[in-house]
């Protein structure tokens, strides 16, 4: 089982200010095959990056990911104030099971 | 516009069973996998199955947590995906998301997703 571990498990910044997620798998994953999802309160999650790098549908341009091997990033290079919630990583590396990491929350 | 919208969750005791609907709507629901997702109150998210597309067969994959317990079927005619979850026990509280799923075979991330059904396992 490949295990995805976040950092921080909290981040606490203001808004306009950048966020950097991290996303750390417990094996090299043998393409990009990571997703970022960010989950507000009381809501399903939405997707927001695939294939490490590529953005979702309507996803806004301050949201990018990147990484490859064991190592990924999102990074929210300006925080607006709909951004502050839950984000979770996801890899897809075509073993059972898929996983999530735990998640990072971004705070105010 | 792609919705899916899950049903059925509810309060049930540890060993009975419940079945969880998941309809969809605005795609071709046949075309597609459908994942179920799970989440324990204040927890993260865990993978819990998902069932293929016409074109991939039908075929299944479950987490080792569920496997044997929980059994994943759909009715393309309607359109509709299940879950079935026997001998339940508290554990297996949580809120209940279906997802459509992106990519292929076991290589899916979820690019839409229901709002979620509650189940709640209890004496």
């Known amino acids: 089982e490949i295990v995805l571990t976040q950092s921080p498990g909290t981040l606490s910044l203001s808004p306009g200010e950048r966020a950097t997620l991290s996303c750390r798998a417990s094996?090299?994953?043998?393409?990009?095959?990571l997703a970022w999802y960010q989950q507000k309160p009381g809501q399903a999650p939405r997707l927001l990056i695939y294939g490490a790098s590529s953005r979702a549908t309507g996803i806004p341009d301050r949201f990018s990911g990147s990484g490859s091997g064991t190592d990924f990033t999102l990074t929210i290079s300006r925080l607006e104030p709909e951004d502050f919630a839950v984000y979770f990583c996801q890899q897809y590396d075509g073993s059972n099971p898929l996983t999530f990491g735990g998640g990072t929350k971004v705070e105010i | 516009e792609v919705q899916l919208v899950e049903s059925g969750g509810g309060l049930v005791q540890p060993g009975r069973s419940l079945r969880l609907s998941c309809a969809g709507s605005?795609?071709?629901?046949?075309?597609?996998?459908t994942a179920w997702v799970r989440q324990a109150p204040g927890k993260g998210l865990e993978w819990v199955g998902f069932?293929?597309?016409?074109?991939?067969?039908?075929?299944?994959e479950y987490a080792a947590s569920v496997k044997g317990r929980f059994t994943i079927s759909r009715d393309d005619s309607r359109s509709i995906a299940y879950l079935q979850m026997n001998s339940l026990t508290v554990e297996d509280t949580a809120v209940y998301y279906c997802s459509r799923c992106a990519g292929y075979n076991m290589r899916y991330y979820f690019d839409s997703w229901g709002q979620g059904t509650l189940v709640t396992v209890s004496s």
């Open positions: 605005g795609f071709s629901f046949n075309a597609y996998s």
């Open positions: 069932i293929r597309g016409q074109a991939y067969g039908g075929t299944t």
């Open positions: 094996q090299s994953l043998s393409g990009s095959y």
